[in-house]
């Protein structure tokens, strides 16, 4: 009735036709779990330098109720996607680029006028050194 290469030609359809469906559903899934994970990706960064800019509205007060001469040195992260960083006033802004847009994070610090040395380019783990300058300003510097 069927001849060899009519079985063979059948298997062979059935397996494409497993292996479509297949890819008609792992493609979406990995599409969904690149999208995710680049979001996450920018969130966690916003993360780190809010975390960051808290961190030095933190010691800027503690320093300024110090006093002159004080100071201290820290290590912290950075992320990689600092567009610019810069002080207003008593707050501390770093603008990300994250996807098409620009984010600002910011921290207030309550009492410490505060300024970049050298404003913040590099990413990573970097030194700091904070000190209470002779004019009442907490100075952040890039060591």
């Given at each position: 009735?069927f ?9 062979s359809?059935e ?7 297949s890819?008609m ?13 680049t979001?996450y990706s ?9 975390k960051a ?7 800027s007060?503690?320093l ?7 100071k201290?040195t820290?290590?912290?992260y950075?992320?990689d996607?600092i ?6 006033n008593?707050t ?5 680029r994250?996807?098409n847009e ?7 610090a ?9 404003k ?6 970097l030194t700091f050194?904070?000190?209470?300058a002779i004019?009442?300003t907490?100075v952040i510097?890039?060591?």
């Open positions: 009735m001849s060899k290469a009519n079985k063979k030609a059948q298997v359809m397996y494409m036709i497993i292996i479509g469906f890819l559903v792992i493609i979406p899934i990995i599409i969904l779990a690149t999208n995710y994970s979001d920018y969130k966690f960064k916003s993360y780190q330098a809010q800019a808290d961190i030095f509205t933190k010691i007060d503690e300024f109720f110090e006093g002159y001469p004080s201290r820290i290590k912290i950075i992320p996607n567009k610019d960083s810069y002080i207003i008593k501390i802004v770093f603008e990300l994250q996807k620009i984010i600002k994070v910011y921290s207030t309550e009492y410490a006028n505060m300024s970049f040395e050298n913040i380019t590099n990413s990573g783990y050194e904070l000190y209470h004019n009442d907490i510097k890039k060591k």
